[in-house]
């Protein structure tokens, strides 16, 4: 049964209607010969096309102009290079006004030295990586820092791009030998304003010698004076000293609680790092009863926040319930840059410095350099007072 044709619909000739019996023969011969009865004609007159070395100029042009307008890099090519360079340098003055590349503006630099112990017994906290990363940020704040290197595993060092080489002069030389610390200290390469003490492997043994020297408590504090003196009567007295101390509460740790007047204590957001404080905040009070009676704990920093986590957020409001006073209202985040930064020896604001870590360090560094300083008496942090105790 067929289809009814539709009166008013009219046919090709040589193509039948649905309900006829006409072979099929004839539609493929109908179509064959209406398409080659069309042919396209070749004389047809056509536009020329465009000059094509000019279009590819216009573009790269164009995608060098992109370029530098996105990424602040150079052009295509010499020609694009002059061409752009105007650009260039517009881009480059903006990159110098952007906070966020340049880091905090116009810190107000402290009355004297502000000597600051980053230490914490418990490993993988992040305290070199705090250590580097707030004197990175404070250096781009105008002020003039010195790194102390006291890890034996030199991190901090190759985080700075120092020459920290076994054998090579270093913080060994300063506490052991009592070498003069003009002597041994490097410019870091990227960031002006920030000298480093750097740390070998010789200071894994330097548990060991420092038990039979006299004064071995001390040792590091008498180095850094006459340091410190030597540059505040020269034209660049330092107004920070960070001291970045190993793992663990031994003879150079003490060292550094001895030399420093402010402790910072990285803590990591997870409860194993908490029970450490209790111990640590225990040998505060006895080097401060028998050793420095001006140390105390001026800070806590937050680390490796995970704010997609209770855990994290648990743990950051019972330290801020237990220590208002010392903890910074700036958290440090788990941050992908912050751990790639080490293997290019850069810190997280030179390695990008627009990424939430570096960000974090640096509003870090502009609270560690506008916070009033904690006294040692209402602020003062017993080991009553520690977490691991509270829980």
């Known amino acids: 049964m067929g289809w009814p044709a539709r009166p008013d619909v009219k046919r090709p000739s040589g193509i039948p209607s649905p309900g006829s019996d006409a072979p099929a023969d004839g539609l493929i011969e109908t179509a064959v010969s209406t398409t ?15 000059d094509m070395s000019d279009m590819v100029s216009q573009a790269a042009a164009q995608v060098t102009a992109v370029a530098v307008g996105s990424t602040g890099r150079g052009g295509v090519g010499p020609e694009s290079g002059r061409d752009l360079a105007p650009a260039q340098e517009q881009r480059a003055a903006s990159r110098e006004e952007s906070p966020k590349v340049k880091g905090p503006a116009l810190l107000e630099r402290p009355a004297r030295t502000r000597v600051i112990a980053v230490a914490n017994q418990k490993g993988g906290v992040g305290k070199t990586t705090t250590a580097v990363n707030l004197a990175a940020g404070l250096v781009q704040g105008g002020q003039q820092v010195l790194l102390v290197d006291l890890d034996p595993q030199g991190n901090a060092s190759t985080a700075l791009g120092v020459d920290h080489r076994e054998g090579s002069p270093g913080a060994y030389q300063a506490v052991l030998e009592d070498r003069p610390v003009a002597d041994l200290v490097q410019p870091a390469p990227d960031l002006s304003g920030l000298t480093v003490l750097p740390a070998t492997i010789d200071l894994a043994g330097a548990e060991i010698d420092l038990v039979s020297l006299v004064a071995r408590e001390s040792r590091l504090r008498r180095a850094l004076s006459a340091y410190l003196d030597e540059r505040q009567s020269g034209s660049d007295p330092l107004d920070y000293v960070f001291i970045d101390c190993p793992p663990s509460l031994g003879l150079l740790t003490l060292n550094a609680l001895v030399a420093a007047e402010e402790i910072l204590i990285p803590l990591q957001c997870e409860y194993y790092a908490m029970e450490g404080v209790g111990l640590l905040l225990r040998t505060v009070d006895m080097v401060r009863a028998h050793l420095n009676p001006d140390l105390h704990v001026s800070t806590i920093l937050l680390t490796m926040h995970d704010a997609r986590t209770r855990l994290s957020a648990g743990v950051a ?9 010392q903890v910074l209202r700036v958290t440090i985040p788990r941050s992908v840059r912050i751990s790639e930064a080490p293997s290019y020896q850069q810190t997280v604001m030179t390695y990008d410095a627009s990424s939430p870590g570096a960000l974090s360090y640096l509003e870090a560094a502009r609270e560690i350099s506008v916070r009033e300083k904690v006294g040692s008496g209402a602020a003062r942090l017993t080991e009553s007072a520690h977490l691991g105790g509270q829980r």
């Open 36 to 50: 080659v009865e069309r042919p396209v004609s070749r004389e047809t007159p056509r536009t020329q096309p465009p």
């Open 317 to 325: 409001d019972e330290v801020r319930r237990h220590f208002p006073d």
